[in-house]
């Protein structure tokens, strides 16, 4: 299959062209050509960006397209004014922040969805991040029609994974000691290896499927605290405490998911974290343990040493509210 990947050199991108060659597909990139053409030199490097003028698409045809960048309802229109009709399946990566208040553990992909993006919204921020995924998966729908498919991962997790949310939790489980864990450790979570997820994608425009996809593991219900569980199972040293600490009482200490990754922090969508599965499994994707996904990022962070702080609390941080917990 020929297949245009936009936005393919960052994470999930990564690892969706990583998947479509190893399937041996014929393969080309659109991004902005920011020192990204040694990744996968194999493939086709077009560069533009995708904001301005799309004319390296002109007269090139595609059996798919997956859009892993879109943020933008423009960005859509743009892409398929330039595909021209050309472009094959239209896949495109959604989130599973594009729901109201779910109706419940194992829901599908039929529950209510916030409202779309006002036409004039063009800052994506944590609030208008939902609604304007809405709004690119209406219009993935009415530009292309049933060739559309549409992917909602929840959290993606695995090799460079540039966030470096699930990532900070397996290097703070692995330094040991009394870890804080946040809330309540009933909280749904789920997460997807993003190799999992670029398998499910290729695996999806290669059978030409149509439809919405929950790209979302493990199957709830999966709480924080099983999520704990299974990385120290994998890296945590023998004394290795969790305390779980009172969700009121962090957002009184003025806590919240940047210093703490991955908590819902009182946020009612945390009901998006109880999502089935099911649809997607019939359908091809692949699922492997949060357990050998952390044993596989430790190989990956050994190899690989991210630079910089990650997200989340400082370590003397942590030890002040452990310490202010346990006096109050």
Not at 218 to 226: G, L, N, Q, T
């Amino acid at each position: 299959m020929r297949i245009l990947v936009v936005g393919g050199t960052r994470f999930v991108g990564r690892h969706i062209v990583e998947a479509a060659l190893e399937a041996e597909h014929d393969v080309t990139l659109l991004h902005r050509g920011t020192g990204a053409d040694d990744l996968f030199p194999e493939a086709e490097h077009l560069h533009a960006d995708r904001d301005g003028d799309l004319a390296v698409l002109d007269r090139r045809e595609f059996d798919a397209t997956v859009d892993v960048s879109a943020y933008l309802p423009a960005q859509v229109r743009s892409l398929a004014t330039a595909l021209g009709g050309r472009g094959g399946r239209y896949l495109v990566i959604s989130s599973t922040s594009v729901y109201a208040a779910p109706a419940g553990p194992g829901f599908d992909e039929s529950s209510p969805t916030v409202p779309a993006a006002a036409d004039d919204v063009t800052e994506v921020t944590n609030d208008t991040y939902g609604p304007l995924k809405v709004s690119i998966e209406h219009l993935a729908r009415e530009l292309f029609g049933h060739r559309a498919t549409v992917v909602r991962p929840t959290y993606v997790v695995g090799p460079w994974d540039y966030t470096r949310r699930f990532t900070s939790w397996v290097q703070r489980l692995a330094s040991g000691g009394e870890v804080l864990a946040p809330g309540d450790p009933a909280d749904p979570i789920q997460v997807i290896d993003a190799r999992d997820l670029g398998a499910f994608c290729v695996r999806l425009v290669e059978d030409d499927v149509a439809g919405t996809f929950h790209a979302v593991s493990p199957e709830p219900a999966y709480s924080f605290a099983d999520m704990l569980g299974d990385i120290a199972a994998v890296v945590a040293p023998a004394g290795t405490t969790l305390t779980w600490v009172d969700q009121g009482w962090l957002l009184a200490q003025g806590e919240d998911d940047g210093s703490i990754p991955l908590w819902g922090g009182g946020d009612p969508w945390i009901g998006a974290n109880a999502a089935s599965p099911e649809a997607a499994r019939a359908a091809g994707l692949p699922v492997r343990q949060v357990r050998q996904t952390v044993a596989e990022l430790v190989e990956h962070l050994l190899l690989e040493p991210p630079e910089g702080d990650g997200p989340g609390m400082s370590r003397d941080r942590e030890t002040a509210l452990l310490q202010a917990w346990h006096a109050r």
